[in-house]
Protein backbone atom coordinates (compact mmCIF):
# COMPACT_ATOMS: atom_id res chain seq x y z
CA UNK A 1 0.00 0.00 0.00
CA UNK A 2 1.64 3.17 -1.08
CA UNK A 3 1.77 6.09 1.39
CA UNK A 4 -2.18 7.81 2.12
CA UNK A 5 -1.67 11.54 1.96
CA UNK A 6 1.87 11.77 0.91
CA UNK A 7 3.42 12.52 -2.55
CA UNK A 8 6.41 9.86 -2.56
CA UNK A 9 8.11 11.64 -5.26
CA UNK A 10 9.12 14.48 -2.21
CA UNK A 11 10.99 11.70 -0.63
CA UNK A 12 13.45 11.07 -3.96
CA UNK A 13 15.32 14.00 -4.99
CA UNK A 14 17.30 14.92 -8.38
CA UNK A 15 14.75 13.34 -10.57
CA UNK A 16 15.95 13.50 -14.29
CA UNK A 17 12.48 13.96 -15.49
CA UNK A 18 9.18 14.10 -12.99
CA UNK A 19 6.76 14.44 -15.84
CA UNK A 20 7.71 10.66 -16.79
CA UNK A 21 8.88 9.28 -13.37
CA UNK A 22 6.39 9.84 -11.05
CA UNK A 23 4.27 7.11 -11.04
CA UNK A 24 0.94 6.10 -9.51
CA UNK A 25 2.38 3.87 -6.79
CA UNK A 26 6.12 5.19 -7.18
CA UNK A 27 8.86 6.61 -8.35
CA UNK A 28 10.72 5.25 -11.50
CA UNK A 29 14.78 5.87 -10.59
CA UNK A 30 17.28 5.91 -13.97
CA UNK A 31 20.64 5.04 -14.90
CA UNK A 32 23.35 7.45 -13.80
CA UNK A 33 26.51 4.98 -14.18
CA UNK A 34 27.15 1.13 -15.26
CA UNK A 35 29.70 -0.55 -13.43
CA UNK A 36 32.03 -4.26 -14.59
CA UNK A 37 32.29 -6.07 -10.82
CA UNK A 38 36.02 -7.13 -10.67
CA UNK A 39 37.00 -9.82 -8.18
CA UNK A 40 35.17 -11.73 -5.42
CA UNK A 41 33.26 -10.53 -2.27
CA UNK A 42 34.26 -11.91 0.79
CA UNK A 43 31.51 -11.71 3.67
CA UNK A 44 31.46 -12.72 7.09
CA UNK A 45 30.24 -11.83 10.29
CA UNK A 46 32.72 -9.80 11.55
CA UNK A 47 34.41 -9.34 7.91
CA UNK A 48 33.35 -7.51 4.82
CA UNK A 49 35.46 -6.71 1.24
CA UNK A 50 33.53 -5.72 -1.59
CA UNK A 51 34.29 -6.69 -5.13
CA UNK A 52 35.98 -3.21 -7.05
CA UNK A 53 33.86 -1.71 -9.51
CA UNK A 54 35.27 -0.07 -12.67
CA UNK A 55 32.57 2.41 -14.44
CA UNK A 56 32.12 1.36 -17.79
CA UNK A 57 32.81 4.39 -20.45
CA UNK A 58 29.43 5.32 -22.36
CA UNK A 59 29.71 5.87 -25.78
CA UNK A 60 27.43 9.38 -26.23
CA UNK A 61 25.73 8.43 -23.18
CA UNK A 62 24.96 4.74 -24.47
CA UNK A 63 26.36 1.85 -23.22
CA UNK A 64 26.91 -1.46 -24.93
CA UNK A 65 26.52 -4.35 -22.77
CA UNK A 66 27.08 -8.03 -23.42
CA UNK A 67 25.03 -10.73 -21.26
CA UNK A 68 26.47 -10.86 -17.80
CA UNK A 69 26.30 -9.20 -14.67
CA UNK A 70 26.86 -5.41 -14.06
CA UNK A 71 26.42 -2.43 -11.08
CA UNK A 72 23.92 0.42 -12.08
CA UNK A 73 23.96 3.30 -9.74
CA UNK A 74 20.79 5.51 -10.06
CA UNK A 75 20.77 9.22 -10.43
CA UNK A 76 17.88 9.82 -7.76
CA UNK A 77 18.96 10.52 -4.03
CA UNK A 78 16.68 8.72 -1.85
CA UNK A 79 15.76 9.77 1.80
CA UNK A 80 13.13 7.01 3.27
CA UNK A 81 10.67 8.32 6.14
CA UNK A 82 11.48 6.76 9.31
CA UNK A 83 8.25 5.62 9.71
CA UNK A 84 8.26 4.12 6.28
CA UNK A 85 9.98 1.41 4.12
CA UNK A 86 11.07 1.31 0.33
CA UNK A 87 10.81 -1.69 -2.06
CA UNK A 88 12.81 -1.25 -5.74
CA UNK A 89 11.03 -3.62 -8.52
CA UNK A 90 12.70 -3.76 -12.11
CA UNK A 91 10.39 -2.16 -14.83
CA UNK A 92 8.22 -4.48 -16.60
CA UNK A 93 10.13 -3.77 -20.13
CA UNK A 94 13.50 -5.44 -19.04
CA UNK A 95 11.56 -8.71 -18.14
CA UNK A 96 10.10 -8.44 -21.37
CA UNK A 97 13.32 -8.36 -22.65
CA UNK A 98 15.25 -10.58 -20.88
CA UNK A 99 17.05 -8.40 -18.13
CA UNK A 100 16.93 -8.79 -15.27
CA UNK A 101 17.20 -5.89 -12.28
CA UNK A 102 17.77 -6.84 -8.56
CA UNK A 103 17.39 -4.06 -5.77
CA UNK A 104 17.10 -4.68 -1.95
CA UNK A 105 14.91 -3.14 0.46
CA UNK A 106 15.64 0.72 1.79
CA UNK A 107 14.79 0.73 5.34
CA UNK A 108 13.55 3.42 7.57
CA UNK A 109 15.79 6.04 7.51
CA UNK A 110 17.90 5.31 4.43
CA UNK A 111 19.07 8.31 2.56
CA UNK A 112 21.35 7.97 -0.41
CA UNK A 113 21.98 7.51 -3.93
CA UNK A 114 21.21 3.40 -4.33
CA UNK A 115 22.68 1.06 -6.30
CA UNK A 116 21.35 -2.19 -7.82
CA UNK A 117 22.13 -5.62 -9.85
CA UNK A 118 21.73 -5.91 -13.74
CA UNK A 119 21.74 -9.15 -14.86
CA UNK A 120 21.74 -8.88 -18.82
CA UNK A 121 20.62 -12.50 -19.83
CA UNK A 122 19.40 -11.67 -23.27
CA UNK A 123 22.47 -12.99 -25.91
CA UNK A 124 21.42 -10.33 -28.33
CA UNK A 125 23.27 -8.35 -24.89
CA UNK A 126 21.28 -4.88 -24.45
CA UNK A 127 21.95 -1.01 -25.12
CA UNK A 128 21.06 0.89 -22.52
CA UNK A 129 21.02 5.02 -22.63
CA UNK A 130 22.21 7.04 -19.61
CA UNK A 131 19.05 8.58 -17.56
CA UNK A 132 16.24 5.64 -18.73
CA UNK A 133 13.94 4.42 -16.25
CA UNK A 134 14.75 0.89 -15.22
CA UNK A 135 13.36 0.63 -11.46
CA UNK A 136 10.53 1.66 -9.88
CA UNK A 137 10.47 2.69 -5.98
CA UNK A 138 7.44 2.11 -3.81
CA UNK A 139 6.74 3.39 -0.34
CA UNK A 140 5.09 1.64 2.15
CA UNK A 141 3.97 3.82 5.34
CA UNK A 142 4.96 0.67 8.79
CA UNK A 143 2.23 -0.22 11.40
CA UNK A 144 4.63 0.41 13.57
CA UNK A 145 7.47 2.69 13.14
CA UNK A 146 10.69 1.13 13.97
CA UNK A 147 12.97 1.26 17.23
CA UNK A 148 15.60 2.82 15.23
CA UNK A 149 16.74 3.82 11.64
CA UNK A 150 19.47 2.66 9.27
CA UNK A 151 22.57 3.28 10.27
CA UNK A 152 24.48 0.67 8.35
CA UNK A 153 27.44 0.90 6.14
CA UNK A 154 25.84 1.84 3.09
CA UNK A 155 23.84 4.97 4.93
CA UNK A 156 25.14 8.31 2.58
CA UNK A 157 26.44 6.15 -0.26
CA UNK A 158 27.33 7.99 -3.55
CA UNK A 159 26.57 11.33 -2.23
CA UNK A 160 29.24 12.99 -3.78
Known amino acids: MAIPGIDAASFVKMLTDPSTQIQPAGVDLTVKQVYSIKGKLILGVRKRILPRYAPIPSDEGMWSLTPGVYKVMFNEV ?83
Open 78 to 160: VEVPSDSVALCFPRSTLLRSGVILMCTVWDPGYVGRGEALLQVINPEGLTLERNTRVAQLVFIKLVKPPHKTYQGAYLGENLE
